[in-house]
């Protein structure tokens, strides 16, 4: 830890650095301007007759003041050119490390040149800031930073953050800014916290469940993760009242774009709208239409007859009731969450799961609790939710480790200095997400998957956990996703004994290069289930009476009654 310290203070002395662009290529080329002037000097001075008068000592030393002044006065006009940021040439193959290995190539470059680094891109200067004490400013002085809407749009940069639907399907009432944007949140807000999120999550878990793993599954869950998630979200967002064939199709269209998202990571031409997602957007829409005309007449039925089938948190409701939106907006926004609420939260809470099925110990603890709170049947009583504190250690810890969303933009609205770097006006301003959470200043020992970090009662270190951006902008699915993520879970563990399969690795550091979120570069996270059903345990109360339970027993003291693939009690 100490020599972690040092670490941060050497990296405090910011090494700007200086990339090679298009543009920085001109202020390089003063070297031979300024040995040539020297000799013009000499030249000069001659012409005009005045070395004549001049030892060649004092010429020497007049020199070679002129020279060291001309540097000072050229590297000054230089930082203001190029907006304070200087240093060391770092060249093609620091950009290269960046755009193949993303945010792994991040954490080395920040390592090794500090807090704030510019690299050029096609599309200008892109300048990469990672976790400290000023992150937080970046977020909330608004005077300085804005969000910038087309950050997930701007393909074929360092910065292309392609999360290929949202930016093709444009609109979306996020994209507002100031006033407008925080009374559009202000509306909506109340969804986020839709006190269904959670039965909905595990009547999804366990539709998914009985139909695709059935007893005992081997293979990849993050395809099954991404469907509950989604068949939740719809749920919630449809107001109970889309059809299966909706249902069907939203899901069909999300899968397309996942494809098209996985097929082209990396090829530039894969950011192009085609006719075909035009079709896929309009049939979304299609499904916003048919639900937005079941809320309205059920506010109808409820105004007349002071009854109607509407849930007073649902979306669509919550919009049609302030009377701001258009129909359009709202199918919009509609779109817009079942693409946002889908992806993120499948890829985290899998990542979550397979870091603890590495680190068996964890998964037991977690097992354990999950047992103990809910001892009495198979069942996850939605109510009791909120007491599994190590499993939302856990979760927090999955979002620090393995962050889905890769970068966060800001737009600087006004020149400014952040860890003494000026930033210039109009400057693509990205928050490093994974070497902010892994930055070794911050986070002892940060390669390691470990809940007790986000223990309850302890205070997340400043700068150290930006998973969902933060500020006025930040993400609102948030609460959302921690009571899904938490319904997942432990809805898993208390259904399935969880190991990883010995003859499939998963390296969950990997993903694809060119993606917003870390979808892994295999495409999947695989893991090996076994239902815990048909086993029995007993335990003593504190009377000394012995209980029967139903689940795993992770205190090694259950009887199965059903051998499991992995032998006796299930380990
Ligand atoms: C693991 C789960 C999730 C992660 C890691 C995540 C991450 C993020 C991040 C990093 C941002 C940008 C924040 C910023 O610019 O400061 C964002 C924005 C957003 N997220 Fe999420 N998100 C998750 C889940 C969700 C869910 C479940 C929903 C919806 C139900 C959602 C809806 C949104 C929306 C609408 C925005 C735009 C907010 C704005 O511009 O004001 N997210 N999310």
Redesign the pocket.
């Known amino acids: 830890m100490k020599s972690d310290k040092k670490r941060w203070k050497a990296s405090q002395q910011i090494v700007h650095i200086l990339v090679k662009t298009r543009k920085s290529t001109q202020p390089l080329r003063v070297m031979p301007t300024l040995s040539q002037s020297f000799f013009n000097f000499n030249l000069s001075s001659r012409l005009l007759g005045v070395s004549s008068d001049l030892s060649p000592q004092t010429l020497l030393v007049v020199t070679l003041s002129f020279f060291t002044l001309s540097f000072f006065i050229l590297l000054k006009v230089n930082k203001r050119w190029r907006g304070g940021i200087v240093g060391p040439r770092v060249g093609d193959a620091l950009y290269k490390e960046v755009l193949e290995k993303r945010h792994h190539g991040m954490i080395s470059v920040h390592e090794k040149y500090g807090e704030v680094v510019s690299f050029p891109t096609p599309s200008g200067t892109v300048i990469f800031m990672r976790g400290n004490e000023e992150l937080e400013r970046v977020?909330t002085d608004t005077k300085y930073f804005a969000?910038n809407t087309d950050t997930w749009s701007a393909a074929g940069t360092v910065s292309d953050v392609n999360n290929l639907i949202q930016p093709m399907y444009k609109g979306s009432l996020?994209e507002t800014t100031g006033k407008e944007?925080n009374e559009n949140?202000k509306t909506i807000n109340p969804f986020?916290a839709h006190p269904l999120m959670i039965h909905s999550t595990i009547k999804a878990f366990n539709q998914y469940s009985d139909a695709r793993w059935g007893e005992e599954f081997t293979g990849d869950i993050l395809d099954d993760f991404h469907s509950i998630v989604k068949f939740a979200?719809v749920e919630l967002l449809g107001s109970y009242c889309l059809t299966e064939d909706d249902d069907a199709l939203l899901k069909r269209v999300i899968m397309h774009f996942v494809k098209k998202n996985v097929d082209g990571a990396g090829d530039e031409k894969a950011t192009l709208l085609t006719k075909k997602d035009e079709e896929m957007f309009l049939e979304m829409e299609a499904v916003a239409d048919r639900c937005l005309e079941h809320v309205k007449a059920e506010m109808t039925t409820k105004a007349n007859e002071g009854q109607g089938n509407v849930h007073e948190k649902g979306l669509v409701y919550l919009m049609l009731k302030s009377g701001k939106y258009s129909d359009q907006a709202i199918k919009e926004l509609f779109v817009?969450?079942v693409v946002?609420?889908g992806e993120?939260?499948a890829l985290?809470c899998c990542k979550t799961l397979a870091a603890m099925a590495q680190n068996p110990a964890i998964l037991e603890r977690a097992a354990q609790e999950v047992d103990d709170t809910f001892p009495a049947s198979a069942d996850i009583d939605p109510s009791k939710i909120d007491r599994l504190d190590y499993l939302d250690a856990c979760i927090m810890e999955g979002?620090r480790r393995y962050?889905?969303?890769t970068i966060?933009?800001r737009r600087v609205v006004k020149e400014t200095k952040v860890c003494g770097v000026t930033v210039p006006k109009d400057s693509n301003l990205q928050v490093s997400?994974h070497a902010a959470h892994m930055n070794p200043a911050v986070w002892d020992n940060p390669d390691a998957f470990n809940p007790e970090r986000f223990a309850k009662g302890k205070e997340i270190p400043k700068g150290g956990f930006v998973?969902?951006?933060?500020?006025g902008?930040?993400?609102?699915?948030?609460r959302?996703?921690m009571k899904?993520a938490k319904a997942i879970l432990a809805c898993m563990l208390k259904k399935y004994i969880v190991v990883e399969d010995p003859n499939t690795k998963n390296d969950l550091d990997s993903f694809m290069p060119n993606r917003f979120v870390a979808w892994p570069s295999e495409g999947h996270v695989t893991l090996k289930m076994v239902q815990r059903i048909n086993v029995n345990y007993t335990t003593k109360n504190n009377d000394g009476d012995v209980d029967t339970h139903f689940g795993a027993d992770f205190s090694r003291q259950f009887v199965p009654t059903r051998r499991s693939a992995f032998g006796g009690n299930g380990r």
């Open positions: 977020f969000k996020f944007h949140r986020f979200m817009n969450l946002a609420g993120t939260p985290a979002l962050a889905p969303a966060v933009g997400v998973a969902f951006g933060l500020g902008r930040a993400c609102p699915g948030k959302a996703y899904m």
